[in-house]
């Protein structure tokens, strides 16, 4: 935070009024359900982004990232998408979406800092996003709940910059609680903190360093499956999502639906009830249902609804293989991206030297990241 202070005030030529900080995610299980209307299990992680805000005399908004040294500018009055505005575009979206509702009338700088990996899936652009909302919503005293504002963050994505992203990343960054998941149904927004007790266990994130070059066409077409299945399903039995639906019913329909379509949809069904079990697991901390869960989360991404990748597989057989691990799954969009393995710490150095041969069969370095639940947005300077 001292760091992004002194950048702050060396671009500025003067101090922040606020800085805020919003942490990444990685979904432990429930993955292609939310825009479903589905269950998911997240949590935030301890890498956080973090914004600061001051005031300016005039229309202008400036953007500058200490990590990249990057500047950006535009006005109040000419907030637009612009795709060489990169990072930029997420704090630009968030100040439009607040423009619109009266909240904002004047000029502000913006610095900005993190260390959640970027382009891997553990929710940069949320954090980013929610950071920004919270500063702004905290300096200018903005009377606006914390669901409300992951709302507006992610009317940032999906309206100005245009991915059509569901509400789980925004709203675990801002509502996370440390030392615990949240169990969050997307259609009512009903959630739940749920206390991690996992002693010796620890929490492995594996980036596989995989370009995710497919993930904006695929999830795109995997939405559409999905959205022709409920179409076809409802000549049968009422239901606005697959979240109606059992997989009673998709076995029932067979010469209804297309055949991979029908497949594709089944994961969705089944994995909203891997997450209430997932949910049940956790409460009475039995970690070995738990991480088979996971391992039966990542067979059916694997085979139903076909978006993991070589890489991913590889990852998680090895840490399959490895004693002390309770369970491991890809987790995010897929195509590449990380993986999410529940390991005992002591069997970690096994795990790590299982992936020596990674980068000479796949060309990608692999990284390990050791993350802990962590709280959702908070001021950490005013």
Same mark, same amino acid.
């Given at each position: 935070?001292?760091?992004?202070?002194?950048?702050?005030?060396?671009?500025?030529g003067?101090?922040?009024?606020?800085?805020?900080?919003?942490?990444?995610?990685?979904?432990?299980?429930?993955?292609?359900?939310?825009?479903?209307?589905?269950?998911?299990?997240?949590?935030?992680i301890?890498?956080?982004?973090?914004?600061?805000?001051?005031?300016?005399?005039?229309?202008?908004?400036?953007?500058?990232?200490?990590?990249?040294?990057?500047?950006?500018?535009?006005?109040?009055?000419?907030?637009?998408?612009?795709?060489?505005?990169?990072?930029?575009?997420?704090?630009?979206?968030?100040?439009?979406?607040?423009?619109?509702?009266?909240?904002?009338?004047?000029?502000?700088?913006?610095?900005?800092?993190?260390?959640?990996?970027?382009?891997?899936?553990?929710?940069?652009?949320?954090?980013?996003?929610?950071?920004t909302?919270?500063?702004?919503?905290? !300096? =200018?005293?903005?009377?606006?709940? *914390?669901?409300? #504002?992951?709302?507006?963050?992610? /009317?940032?994505?999906n309206s100005?910059? +245009?991915?059509?992203?569901?509400?789980?990343?925004?709203?675990?960054?801002?509502?996370a609680k440390?030392?615990?998941?949240?169990?969050?149904?997307?259609?009512?927004?009903?959630?739940?903190?749920i206390?991690?007790?996992?002693?010796?266990?620890?929490?492995?994130?594996?980036?596989?360093?995989?370009?995710?070059?497919?993930?904006?066409?695929?999830?795109?077409?995997?939405?559409?499956?999905?959205?022709?299945?409920?179409? !076809? =399903?409802?000549?049968?039995?009422? *239901?606005?999502? #697959?979240?109606?639906?059992?997989? /009673?019913?998709?076995?029932?329909?067979? +010469?209804?639906?297309?055949?991979t379509?029908?497949?594709?949809?089944?994961?969705?069904?089944?994995?909203?009830?891997?997450?209430?079990?997932?949910?049940?697991?956790?409460?009475?901390?039995?970690?070995?249902?738990?991480?088979?869960?996971?391992n039966?989360?990542?067979?059916?991404?694997?085979?139903?609804?076909?978006?993991?990748?070589?890489?991913?597989?590889?990852?998680?057989?090895?840490?399959?293989?490895?004693?002390?691990?309770?369970?491991?799954?890809?987790? *995010?969009?897929?195509?590449g991206?990380?993986?999410?393995?529940?390991?005992?710490?002591?069997?970690?150095?096994?795990y790590?030297?299982?992936?020596?041969?990674?980068?000479?069969?796949?060309?990608?370095?692999?990284?390990?990241?050791?993350?802990?639940?962590a709280?959702?947005?908070?001021?950490?300077?005013?």
């Amino acid at each position: 935070m001292d760091d992004l202070i002194r950048s702050h005030e060396e671009e500025y030529g003067q101090g922040p009024d606020i800085v805020a900080q919003a942490p990444g995610r990685v979904n432990l299980i429930g993955e292609h359900t939310d825009y479903n209307e589905g269950f998911v299990l997240p949590m935030a992680i301890d890498y956080y982004i973090q914004v600061a805000v001051s005031r300016r005399k005039d229309q202008h908004l400036r953007f500058y990232s200490a990590d990249f040294k990057d500047r950006k500018r535009t006005s109040l009055s000419n907030l637009r998408y612009k795709k060489e505005d990169r990072w930029a575009n997420y704090l630009k979206g968030v100040i439009s979406v607040l423009q619109t509702r009266g909240y904002i009338t004047g000029g502000l700088s913006f610095s900005v800092s993190g260390n959640v990996p970027v382009g891997v899936g553990l929710s940069s652009s949320a954090a980013l996003e929610v950071a920004t909302a919270y500063a702004v919503q905290k !300096l =200018l005293k903005i009377d606006i709940t *914390g669901p409300e #504002l992951a709302r507006l963050a992610q /009317e940032a994505e999906n309206s100005f910059v +245009g991915v059509q992203c569901g509400i789980m990343d925004q709203f675990v960054s801002r509502m996370a609680k440390a030392g615990s998941a949240m169990f969050i149904d997307t259609r009512s927004m009903e959630y739940r903190h749920i206390p991690i007790s996992l002693h010796s266990v620890k929490i492995l994130i594996t980036n596989s360093s995989v370009p995710r070059s497919l993930v904006d066409s695929e999830y795109n077409q995997r939405r559409g499956e999905c959205e022709k299945c409920v179409g !076809l =399903l409802n000549t049968r039995k009422p *239901g606005r999502s #697959l979240r109606d639906y059992t997989a /009673e019913d998709l076995r029932d329909s067979l +010469g209804l639906i297309p055949e991979t379509t029908r497949k594709r949809c089944l994961h969705v069904v089944e994995e909203n009830e891997r997450v209430r079990d997932a949910e049940a697991s956790l409460r009475r901390n039995d970690i070995g249902s738990f991480g088979k869960l996971m391992n039966r989360s990542h067979e059916s991404l694997r085979d139903q609804y076909e978006v993991s990748c070589p890489e991913l597989d590889w990852l998680v057989k090895r840490a399959w293989e490895t004693d002390g691990v309770y369970g491991s799954r890809m987790t *995010g969009a897929g195509f590449g991206g990380c993986t999410v393995t529940l390991i005992e710490e002591k069997a970690i150095p096994k795990y790590e030297a299982r992936l020596e041969v990674y980068e000479r069969i796949f060309s990608f370095k692999p990284e390990v990241f050791l993350v802990h639940p962590a709280d959702g947005a908070q001021i950490i300077f005013e």
